[in-house]
Structure formats: C-alpha cells, structure tokens
C-alpha cells in the first residue's frame, strides 16, 4: 500500500474541522481521539492531525504529504466539516483519489447532525455510530463509553486488517540477502543488507538487527539497549522471535527495560501465540512458578 517506511506500523489521518477540535482533546467528556490512540498505541497505530505541525512546516504540503502516507483516514463530520473549504478542496479529494485506488480506509465518524448523505464520498460508506451522531452520547457515561469502544472496534478492525495484509508482502531482497548472510554466519555481509530493511520498516529485519545486537557479531559491539529497541520493533510488527526476545530482557531487566514480570508474561504468552516454541517452553515449564501468581 506505502512505501516500505510505513510497514511497520498503521498511520491514521485524522481530517476535521477547527471547529470541532474538542474531540481531538482529552475532556473526558469529548475525548475520542486520544481515546483511540492509547488504545491502539500496542499495535502500532500512529495518528496524525495538524497539531502535528511545527514552526516553519509549509501546512498544506504537510498535509498533502500525511494523507499520502496514511493507510486510514479517519473523518470527524460534522457541518463544520462539510462546510470547510481547505477540506472540501485539498483534503477530500486526495483522500478520496487514494481511497478509489485502495491505498487509504475511509472512516467517517460522525459527530454532529449534518447532511452528510447530499456528498457522494460518504453517502455509500458506513458511518459509525451508525444509528445517532456522537454529540447524543456525551451526556451519560456508559453510553459515552459504549459508544467509543464501537468507534475502537471499527478502528481495530481496519489497522488489524493492514497488518496481516504487511505481513504478507513479499521479503524485500534486502532482508533476503541479509538473513542468507546470517543464518551462514556471514555476519560482517549480513549488517548492511538487515540495516537497510530494518530501517526501512521491515520487521522480520528488525529481529535480526535486534540478535546481532545483542550477540555483538558483524563488527557490532554487543549492545542490549540497541538490542531492545530493534526487538521491540519486530515485536509490535508481529515477530513471534522478536516478542519472545522482549519477554526475555523484561525478565532479567536488561537493555534499560525495568524488570517487569508481567511485561514478560505478556509478550512471551503474544510470542506463544503467534508459533514461538521457546515461549511455549517458559510458559509451560520453567517460568510457571514465576509467572502463576501473574494470571
């Protein structure tokens, strides 16, 4: 879908009008988007909006360029929205372009009454809530909370969905080349090629970046900090290796990680799940007494 920098992560675009900028705060009462963002912060889900701008950025070829790096746009409508022209003229139409070439997810969220349905780029998408715009649910807090985890479960559903589809891309040759290198202990050929991929977002690289690493081969000098960043990275990007190798630095507090057991737990028991037979072991055997009292 993008380029291979954005592989290991789901980059959201979030569009909305000034007007509405209450829900991109943390109010409890209108907090949607930092809602959404811790929420999805373990899958890697990274959101952008125009506070993301900084002194000197030129606003509109920033824009341009998120919504081109995005695979989500996530749409706050209302007629603020609707009415907006920087929207109607320079948002919408890139996003919509890109959406008829299936390289960004649509989701309209709405939030205020509108006439939504006279624009043809929503009239034909599901909007969420689908029954009652988003103002009707602020004033009770179990609707309020309902009806947010409706919005984080169709969200979920969508950054889910682009993950698997990354995991299946083809190996880029430069992590091919690299993990030839590596698994013939070629390690010093084995650097360049699993650098590049690692930093071009690839996170089976990331992995191996991470073992040699922490191993200190290919003229590296062994560094557990390094070791656990690269790791990580693999980790959130679904590398069952690379979650049992953060599992393991959590337990013995290695690599500016505090020793945390139930961190550990966690990520060997996601490590467990996605194949890796080590966690399997610690889990069933040798960490059992250590991590029983952790459920």
Request: net charge neutral; with cysteine.
């Amino acid at each position: 879908m993008n380029s291979d920098a954005d592989k290991a992560n789901t980059r959201v675009f979030v569009s909305y009008a000034r007007e509405d900028g209450r829900w991109l705060e943390r109010d409890p009462r209108y907090n949607l988007i930092p809602f959404l963002e811790k929420s999805l912060k373990r899958l890697n889900a990274v959101f952008w909006y125009d506070k993301g701008l900084i002194a000197g950025d030129e606003f509109r070829k920033r824009i341009e360029a998120e919504i081109d790096r995005a695979q989500i746009a996530l749409l706050i409508v209302s007629q603020h929205f609707l009415n907006s022209q920087f929207i109607e003229t320079v948002e919408m139409p890139r996003i919509v372009n890109r959406a008829k070439l299936d390289q960004v997810v649509i989701i309209p969220v709405l939030v205020e009454p509108s006439d939504w349905q006279d624009y043809e780029f929503l009239a034909d998408r599901q909007m969420i809530p689908a029954s009652r715009p988003l103002i009707e649910y602020t004033e009770s807090e179990i609707r309020w909370s309902n009806v947010r985890k409706e919005i984080l479960d169709n969200v979920k559903a969508q950054v889910k969905r682009i993950l698997e589809a990354q995991r299946h891309l083809p190996a880029p040759d430069s992590l091919i080349a690299g993990k030839k290198y590596f698994e013939n202990a070629k390690y010093d050929d084995a650097l360049p090629h699993l650098r590049k991929a690692a930093e071009a977002g690839c996170v089976d690289a990331a992995y191996y970046l991470g073992l040699m690493y922490k191993l200190g081969v290919g003229g590296l000098r062994e560094n557990f900090v390094e070791a656990a960043n690269w790791f990580r990275k693999g980790a959130l990007g679904g590398v069952g290796k690379a979650m049992s190798n953060l599992a393991r630095m959590y337990q013995l507090g290695q690599g500016g990680l505090p020793k945390d057991l139930a961190q550990a737990v966690s990520w060997y028991r996601k490590a467990a799940d996605a194949g890796d037979a080590e966690s399997m072991h610690y889990l069933g055997g040798k960490l059992f007494n250590s991590f029983n009292d952790l459920g």
